[in-house]
């Protein structure tokens, strides 16, 4: 199985920080990668798709790159509501895998 | 709407069996490959199982090989997952979610295996 590794596994900002998480693949996925955020209680949301791919809906200070096996997730300024955790998703090669998560919390 | 809507989850007992549900509706369910993920209580996301869009190749992960089975009713536009010889470490939150990017996702469904 693909292996996903995500760093950091959890990070403290403030309202208003960029914020890089990273994700990395235990082997080429090409650009079949995607993001989702989580809140407590909640169903994952999805954010993008095809490793740039803004879902509809998703406010454009989300953005995404990479391609291969090293991608990040970049959020521009982050605001209250973006506390949460984030995963990303190989959909390349069965079983799909997820990164480990990485929670933000406000500093 | 585009909407997902897991059903079936509960309380058993190791080596039970329980089936879920999945109900799709505001898409064409039979377009689209399909799996179920879970989510442990304070743990991370993990697919267990993918279908393709005709039912006719599936995919698991090891640890519910040979106990778990994913399939489809595309004209009752529905997935489900039958679980059979359910252990403790099974106990998640079960979600159904749409295509290879999960770009749709169900409410979830908690499933619970204690004596």
């Known amino acids: 199985d693909i292996q996903m590794t995500q760093s950091p596994s959890s990070l403290s900002a403030y309202v208003g920080d960029r914020v890089t998480i990273t994700c990395r693949a235990s082997?080429?996925?090409?650009?079949?990668l995607a993001w989702f955020q989580q809140k407590p209680g909640k169903a994952p949301k999805s954010l993008i798709y095809?490793?740039?791919n803004l879902q509809s809906g998703v406010p454009s200070k989300f953005s995404g790159s990479g391609s291969g096996t090293d991608f990040t997730l970049t959020i521009s300024s982050l605001q209250p509501e973006d506390f949460a955790t984030y995963y990303c998703?190989?959909?390349?090669?069965?079983?799909?895998?997820f990164g480990g998560g990485t929670k933000v919390e406000i500093k | 709407d585009v909407q997902l809507v897991d059903s079936g989850g509960g309380l058993v007992q190791p080596g039970g069996s329980l089936r879920l549900s999945c109900a799709a509706s505001?898409?064409?369910?039979?377009?689209?490959?399909m799996s179920w993920v879970r989510q442990a209580p304070g743990k991370g996301l993990e697919c267990v199982a993918t279908?393709?869009?005709?039912?006719?190749?599936?995919f698991y992960v090891d640890s519910v090989k040979g106990r778990f089975t994913i399939s489809r009713d595309n004209a009752k536009n529905s997935l489900f997952l039958q679980m059979n010889s359910l252990r403790a470490e099974d106990t998640a939150v079960y979600y159904c979610?749409?295509?290879?990017?999960?770009?749709?996702w169900g409410q979830g469904t908690m499933v619970t295996v204690s004596s």
């Open positions: 279908i393709k869009q005709d039912g006719g190749e599936k």
């Open positions: 505001g898409f064409t369910f039979s377009n689209f490959r």
């Open positions: 082997q080429g996925i090409s650009n079949y």
């Open positions: 979610a749409r295509g290879g990017a999960f770009e749709i």
């Open positions: 095809g490793a740039s």
């Open positions: 998703q190989q959909y390349n090669t069965y079983p799909f895998t």
